[in-house]
């Protein structure tokens, strides 16, 4: 049974309704009234998914507007789950967990020290995003964004395989609650700052290969405009160079100089409506969002710069094996080494610390996110 046709199985027998497959790749189905009026369907039915679709079936795809029926059926049932995930591999010693940490956690103008090493549980947020971005074409993605609810680490490494671990059937569920379920850490306006943070770079890096198409196909439409209209400004331009050497009237020379007017408005108009036409608009919906509850070896870390000290903790991930690092505490980026500012420690990239271009003074943009407090000079116009 393909995937398609054995989700819609599921689903409709989850709602109740006699659901029988049928050849060549198809499902019979009778359905109760919720069902009729949630997918549009009369009380006995048949939908097929293959190249050649049952009698009297019909398609059912991906692309058509079932989606949006089982999007009505299902409504918030499904939106989000919350699990314990088991995991039999152990941490490995502290002495190994020292030294990972100290080749992955690299800052350049500030040291750490290790406190301890301990056992602990966290919770990731797992959640999955449709992507919709139209232009001259319609493309649709699915983003996931996993969270560490503890510190507020990005742990993409961690998505694949929380996603298989969902994926299988009842592995991942216990026999019975090992441990109380923590209490929320991230508040909903925190999430929310964090995935408008992090999703952008996300979505761009995602969409590269569309936005790459479509530059091209700009390009040569723009250069197809070019060249037709650069034509007839060049015999325009001849004609009025031909009435010039022939003396004719003023009145002949201004009718060419419209002529030569209304092209330009008219190539400047065909330009815009390439703009428009190559305008690309990204529509971002939550679809679901998972809790999962894990084990960690949680790494206690006393962050020192100058006279300052800051503490903090990053979690070993089991499924991952490797320490969650934090992002930059500006723009969320993901660098490979970090600078520490003096004023609050915050453990930010290199663009984040870089010189002002007004004053040449190097800054803390998590501290100051808008200006240069020396000089004042706004980062937003010409610098990070």
Known sequence: MSDLRDM??????????????????????????????ALSLPEWSRVGFGAVLPEKAVRVSFESE????????????????????????????????????????????????LSDVTLAVTCYFLLVFHVISTSDEKREDIVHLCLNESNGTLADRSTG?????????????????????LPLRLSQQRVRELASRLLPAKVRALLIPFLTGMERRMSRDLERLYAYYTDL????????????????????????????????????????????????SVEIRLMQAARAQMSVARAEIILLRRKGVRKLHLDWNVLAKE??????????????????????????????????LGCAKESCRACHPSNCPKCGHAWNKSSP
């Open 8 to 37: 819609l199985a599921k689903t409709l027998a989850a709602q109740g309704a006699l659901v029988e497959p049928i050849h060549p790749d198809g499902l019979e189905i009778l359905a109760p009234p919720h069902v009729q009026e």
């Open 66 to 113: 079932w989606a949006q029926r089982l999007v009505r059926l299902l409504g918030d049932r499904g939106r989000h789950v919350t699990l314990d995930l088991q995991t039999s591999a152990p941490p490995p010693p502290a002495a190994d967990l020292e030294r990972e940490l100290r080749r992955a956690l690299v800052l350049e103008n500030a040291t750490f020290r």
């Open 161 to 181: 395989l929380l996603l298989r671990k969902l994926r299988e059937d009842s592995a991942f569920i216990a026999a019975g609650p090992t441990q109380p379920e």
């Open 233 to 280: 400004r060049s015999e325009v331009a001849a004609r009025i160079g031909d009435k010039k050497r022939r003396g004719e009237d003023a009145e002949a020379l201004r009718a060419e100089q419209s002529r030569l007017q209304a092209i330009e408005r008219e190539y400047n108009a065909k330009v815009a409506d390439l703009d428009r036409k190559y305008a690309m």
């Open 323 to 356: 320490f969650e690092l934090l992002p930059c505490e500006s723009c969320y980026a993901a660098p490979k080494t970090y600078f520490v500012c003096d004023d609050k420690l915050h453990c930010v990239c290199s663009l984040c610390m870089s010189p002002c």
